[in-house]
């Protein structure tokens, strides 16, 4: 704790003395400016509505930002299921990406798959219990010792039915008009307890990338606790990458990605995009930056899907 307060204070002071950067380096370092970060903002709020500008309080803004553009937010972001539950369901297929490894700080972006639940296909008769023969008029038959009987005979057949006296005009165990059902309310551990969460973006200016912010509710709108939000990260981030600190312009503590390997995160994902023949534009910087924190927050389900190329294609 010590350690982060200095340095917390050396970052802020070195923000209040250094200068904004004013040429892209944006392909060279996965860093923007702060002209770059409004520019990929608005293409954002424009593909993606869910997503807004904030002014936010006037004594906290940020003079190098447009006064109605300091932060980005989105709000009541569905969270259904809490991280670890899904990180347990998913084993790794071939998939982790180690994205960055400088320090063993590294960050992994894992794709898996589900573990194969077998449950039902042994709940599935085999195909060694059917009996298919030229020679049988039914053409398939279920062998007796699987499904518990002994001979075709004991089943009754249909015709035996056929006589009007067997036919039964009113059955007492058919529900009748004076009878009604009654539904019940399902048990509270049955019910699906949905948290939400208001995501925010700011500009950090002495890392020169987005940084996330995350303010969790319960199904009551009830502030959910640190501890509490940490459950809905992945727990390779949950308390290193991942800390509780002030929102430089919302009020109250917020769990926040803290942005130290942001930049060089992104020029490992530009290096792969401009590897496979693919441009980046710096204006859909935020949609390749929410995806990679879909790996920090895999089960909120925030709005970062888009239906163009993420940059120009170069021949």
């Given amino acids: 704790m010590a350690l982060k307060q200095i340095y917390d204070s050396y970052k802020n002071t070195a923000e209040r003395f ?5 040429n892209s380096a944006f392909k060279e370092k996965g860093v923007l400016s702060n002209t770059e970060f409004i520019t990929a ?10 997503w807004s500008w904030e002014a936010g309080e ?4 940020k003079s190098y930002l447009p006064a109605d553009k300091q932060f980005l937010i989105t709000r009541n972001v569905p969270c259904l299921r809490r991280a670890i539950s899904v990180e347990e369901e998913y084993e790794a297929a071939g998939g982790e990406v180690l994205l960055d490894n400088d320090d063993n700080g590294g960050w992994v972006a894992t794709h898996g798959k589900p573990k194969e639940n077998k449950q039902e296909e042994e709940n599935l008769p085999s195909m060694d219990a059917l009996d298919i023969s030229k020679g049988n008029k039914g053409g398939i038959k279920s062998i007796p010792s699987y499904f518990g009987g002994e001979e075709d005979d004991d089943i009754p057949d249909m015709e035996d039915f056929e006589d009007s006296d ?7 165990a058919t529900l009748q008009p004076p ?9 509270d551990d049955n019910i699906l307890r949905t948290r939400t969460y208001d995501i925010s973006i700011t500009y950090d200016k002495y890392h020169q990338t ?7 509710y319960d199904e009551s709108r009830s502030l959910l606790n640190s501890d509490l939000v940490l459950e809905d990260v992945s727990q390779d981030h949950a308390r290193k990458t991942v800390t509780i600190e002030d929102h430089p312009h919302l009020p109250g503590k917020h769990a926040s990605i803290h942005p130290c390997r942001h930049g060089a995160v992104m020029k490992k994902i530009l290096d792969v995009l401009m590897s496979r023949g693919v441009e980046p534009e710096v204006d859909k910087y935020l949609f390749l930056f929410l995806k990679f924190m879909a790996s920090v927050m895999p089960t909120i389900e925030y709005d970062y899907t888009m239906d163009f190329d993420l940059g120009s294609t170069s021949h």
């Avoid at 006037?58 to 803004?61: A, C, G, L």
């Avoid at 067997?166 to 007492?172: I, K, Q, Y």
């Avoid at 987005?210 to 969790?216: A, D, M």
Wanted: hydrophobic content about 30%.
């Fill in 18 to 22: 250094m200068g904004v950067r004013t």
């Fill in 41 to 50: 903002g608005d293409n954002l709020v424009s593909k993606c509505p869910t």
């Fill in 58 to 61: 006037p004594s906290k803004r």
């Fill in 166 to 172: 067997n036919l039964v005009e009113s059955d007492p």
């Fill in 179 to 187: 009878y009604f059902v009654v539904a019940h309310e399902p048990d």
């Fill in 210 to 216: 987005p940084r996330v912010w995350l303010t969790g």
